[in-house]
């Protein structure tokens, strides 16, 4: 069990408290279009303030590789900071991150004063995880807060490598969530615990079928990559996404989890299209009866039934990855019915970031969710069972 350090563990009074925040926003001709990352940020950096502490921020924006790309400072982000905080959020602007700017105004700060650091990324160590970098952030601090969660499977310098050299590194409230949820629901569940896989690919999510076959009692498969399934068992696919050099271990999860006891549920039929587009000729046809020139986009109508059964009774569900093309608008009835049933059970419903997360808020059902991961990739590979550099290095409790 994940017993981190957090926020809550520490005494910040006078401190500098270097926080690794992810303010990863979209941005347009430098105005911030979604803020939800800033806002979901804000009960850590108010912590710390209320605390009495001096808090550093730092983030990494888009993919500047390496080097200053100025469409890509967080400038934009310490002025809404400001806003949202009602209070000065001093933007650092060293191209070299930690600067004369960022040492400047740490030098001079009061307790309960805000700055925050150039785009991290702007450094070619930064997702090095080189030693430079990470000593120049902290040399910055006294203390590491970590509530970065999108980033914690990666070991970069503002997550990892800063962790070394400072005696406190903890992590802040929303890495402190994550860790509960995904890791209680893995871990720990209350049972019935049933997973959804969806999305495109057996090869990507191979390492969360093979752990999530030892903890649940119900595995639901489906998206694109029900149809390798479906072939393997020598069912006609069409032009239905396939991966052939899987076929053999879709046998092998079939039989490990019949060994195990774990019920696996697979599409029974499936909205088929006449080509890739909202717009192609639909039909529905029976698992393993997709006729030449025709691909499965969607759950056919039996299986939604099925799948949304399945869940009635859980006491926790994991969901990672869309029924079928849920983009188009003739193909996501699977993924909507899945996200009304979760909805709709008294279970806790743990969405895995990325395309899910995208789908149940699009959908409309993001806040009738337990939990929503903020985390594509790391919560995926939470999902594997590996364990996360970025929560790793914080201290245990
Ligand atoms: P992933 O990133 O692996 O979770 O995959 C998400 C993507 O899978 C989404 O963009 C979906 O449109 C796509 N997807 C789901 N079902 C299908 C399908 N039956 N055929 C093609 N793509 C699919």
């Not at 017993?3 to 941005?27: A, H, M, T, Y």
Request: glycine letters at 10%; hydrophobic letters at 40%.
């Amino acid at each position: 069990m994940l017993n981190k350090k957090s926020v809550d563990d520490i005494n910040v009074k006078g401190k500098k408290v270097l926080v690794r925040c992810d303010f990863n926003v979209p941005l347009q001709e430098g105005r911030i279009t979604d803020e939800n990352r800033l806002v979901a940020a804000l009960p850590t950096i108010k912590k710390l303030i209320a605390d009495g502490g001096k808090v550093i921020l730092c983030s990494h924006l888009g993919k500047p590789k390496g080097e200053p790309k100025p469409e890509l400072s967080l400038a934009p982000v310490a002025k809404r900071l400001t806003e949202l905080l009602g209070q000065e959020v001093k933007f650092a602007a060293d191209p070299e991150v930690v600067g004369p700017n960022a040492r400047a105004a740490a030098e001079s700060m009061k307790d309960g004063d805000v700055i925050l650091l150039e785009n991290t990324r702007y450094r070619a160590e930064e997702t090095k995880n080189g030693e430079t970098f990470s000593k120049d952030l902290a040399s910055l601090c006294d203390i590491f807060v970590n509530d970065a969660f999108g980033t914690a499977h990666r070991a970069h310098c503002s997550n990892v490598g800063v962790t070394q050299f400072v005696d406190t590194a903890v992590v802040g409230y929303l890495m402190q969530k994550e860790i509960d949820f995904l890791g209680n629901a893995v871990n720990n569940p209350e049972r019935p615990f049933v997973a959804i896989l969806g999305g495109a690919k057996v090869s990507s999510k191979i390492s969360v079928i093979d752990n999530l076959l030892d903890k649940v009692d119900t595995l639901i498969i489906g998206g694109g990559m029900s149809y390798t399934f479906s072939k393997a068992m020598g069912g006609k696919i069409g032009t239905s996404l396939c991966e052939d050099d899987y076929l053999q271990y879709a046998l092998d999860m079939m039989k490990k989890a019949e060994d195990k006891g774990v019920k696996l549920l697979l599409p029974v039929d499936n909205l088929i299209g006449d080509a890739f587009s909202n717009d192609c000729n639909i039909k529905v046809a029976p698992k393993g009866e997709i006729p030449d020139g025709w691909e499965g986009m969607d759950i056919g109508p039996e299986t939604e039934k099925i799948f949304c059964d399945a869940v009635k009774d859980a006491k926790t569900v994991v969901w990672n990855g869309p029924m079928g093309c849920f983009e188009m608008p003739n193909f996501a009835h699977g993924t909507e019915a899945v996200a009304k049933a979760l909805a709709d059970t008294d279970a806790t419903t743990i969405i895995g970031g990325g395309d899910s997360a995208a789908a149940v808020n699009i959908l409309g059902y993001g806040d009738k969710m337990t939990h929503i991961s903020t985390g594509g990739g790391a919560s995926l590979e939470f999902l594997e069972g590996k364990e996360l550099p970025g929560v790793a290095a914080a201290n245990d409790k």
